[in-house]
């Protein structure tokens, strides 16, 4: 009987169970093939890698190792970026900090010199006595034309200077006094003076890079820590939404304070070899830690302290709170987020940031002229531009001297002469005299010191304005906000 056996009865259940094995086969079906059943092989191709080769390996049946090479690499590429970005912008805040520091009184004169000089003016009928003295006058002897002031003197018998525009008592390594044009006049003087020169502008370079990568890892390390404490905490404390953010900053601006007054000292001293202080970061850590009262004085000392907390303070709460408040001003609603409306809110932070500036501008410049006095047993440092020959005695005081004993501007004048004649026959009314003297059109904001408290505002302005165009071009990114710290 020729006939095809059926299928129905080789039929077998597939099993609910999970099985890796070889499957079974029927004993009473029918071999066509004299070939061993094998079970299934699985495949030996290597488990891809994503993220291009950046990334270990991703076999999870071997332990995880960590890639030293590549971390290595990672490190070094990192540093090099940081190390360039910071040196592009380091010309600026050399340019800003000396700005800061620059002691300029009102006492200052004015750059014209007026020396009473003696004009012999011809005259057509002459007195004979006079003839007479001329004739047998001796045409060797010079007679004196110009008539100086003198010049006080201590009891050694060296000349006090009266001020700080005199350059026959100004020191060899200080920079004269010029007109407060900005961050970028400050640049090209430091450069063209033969004491600093391009390279100057460049100092503290390795200390302020070390300081904002130190300050950028820890910040967020410390907010996560702030979190995890206020979050875990049985009680359920309430968390106000900017205290955490604050104080992660403040205690970070604490813990690396010792940088940043190292990194102001190495700017402000002199390039001079033979004026120099300090040469390099550790050499000034080391001579504050040895004649500033050690730890104690580096960190709690009130000329330190006081500034940092309330620099650390009032930076991060002028960032998170000022385009919240600026946004229903300027029309844009309560309800305006990095996120939704990007450009709308990088304008609102833009206006914010500048309001802010008003008010943690003069406490960081208050900072930065604290930062240079030394204390203890420290010999006074010497600066490449004019500071204040007496030290501030803290934040207060510091604010009150700069507003009343200094001026914003210096005026620059032509040097002209008068002649004697004019000089003795001056009978010009006191009312038209003022009247001349105010042509100039010096404004009255020069003759105080609020300009001083504001040194690098227009940098910062910029800045800003450079932020506020690449979030219109590219849209928001917090990375920019590095920018602010100009």
Not at 445 to 471: C, D, H
């Amino acid at each position: 009987m020729s006939s095809n056996p059926s299928l129905r009865d080789q039929y077998i259940p597939p099993s609910s169970a999970w099985a890796f094995g070889p499957p079974q086969h029927n004993v009473t079906a029918p071999s066509t093939s004299t070939a061993p059943s094998n079970g299934y092989q699985w495949s030996t191709r290597p488990a891809p890698n994503s993220i291009f080769d950046l990334s270990p390996s991703l076999d999870l049946n071997e332990p995880s190792s960590i890639n030293v090479s590549l971390l290595l690499r990672s490190l070094i590429a990192s540093g090099l970026f940081q190390y360039a970005s910071t040196a592009i912008a380091m010309p600026l805040e050399v340019g800003k900090l000396l700005l800061q520091i620059q002691w300029v009184p009102k006492q200052a004169p004015t750059t014209e010199v007026e020396l009473v000089e003696e004009v012999e003016e011809e005259e057509v009928l002459s007195d004979t006595t006079n003839e007479d003295e001329s004739y047998f006058a001796d045409p060797n002897v010079i007679l004196p034309t110009k008539y100086p002031a003198p010049q006080l003197v201590d009891e050694k018998g060296y000349i006090i200077r009266m001020s700080v525009m005199e350059d026959g008592t100004r020191p060899e390594y200080v920079i004269p006094v010029g007109s407060m044009d900005g961050t970028w006049a400050m640049i090209k003087r430091l450069a063209s003076f033969r004491g600093e020169g391009w390279l100057s502008l460049w100092k503290g370079l390795l200390t302020l890079c070390i300081h904002d990568v130190i300050f950028s890892n820890v910040q967020p390390i410390v907010d996560n820590i702030l979190h995890s404490l206020f979050f875990s905490s049985p009680s359920g404390m309430y968390r106000p939404p900017l205290l955490l953010p604050i104080a992660s900053h403040v205690i970070t601006g604490f813990l690396v304070s010792p940088l940043d007054l190292i990194r102001t000292r190495l700017i402000a001293q002199s390039s001079m070899q033979r004026y120099k202080t300090y040469n390099g970061s550790l050499d000034a850590f080391s001579q504050i830690l040895a004649n500033e009262g050690g730890l104690k004085g580096i960190y709690l000392h009130p000329h330190i302290l006081i500034p940092t907390l309330l620099d650390n303070t009032l930076r991060p709460l002028m960032h998170l709170l000022m385009p919240s408040l600026i946004a229903p001003w300027l029309g844009f609603g309560p309800h305006v987020a990095p996120d939704t409306y990007p450009i709308a809110w990088g304008i609102a932070e833009f206006v914010g940031g500048c309001v802010g500036l008003l008010i943690t501008l003069p406490i960081e410049t208050v900072r930065r002229r604290l930062q240079v006095q030394t204390r203890g047993k420290a010999n006074p440092l010497r600066t490449c531009v004019e500071t204040r020959p007496v030290p501030y005695n803290g934040v207060v005081d510091a604010l009150w001297h700069i507003v009343t004993e200094e001026r914003s501007d210096i005026p620059i004048k032509k040097r002209r002469s008068r002649s004697k004649k004019n000089a003795q026959n001056e009978d010009q009314p006191e009312d038209e005299k003022d009247e001349q003297d105010g042509e100039d059109g010096e404004s009255w904001l020069k003759n105080t010191g609020i300009g001083q408290l504001y040194r690098g505002l227009g940098m910062r302005i910029g800045a800003s304005a450079v932020v506020l165009l690449l979030t219109a071009l590219g849209g928001y990114d917090d990375t920019d906000a590095g920018w602010a710290e100009l």
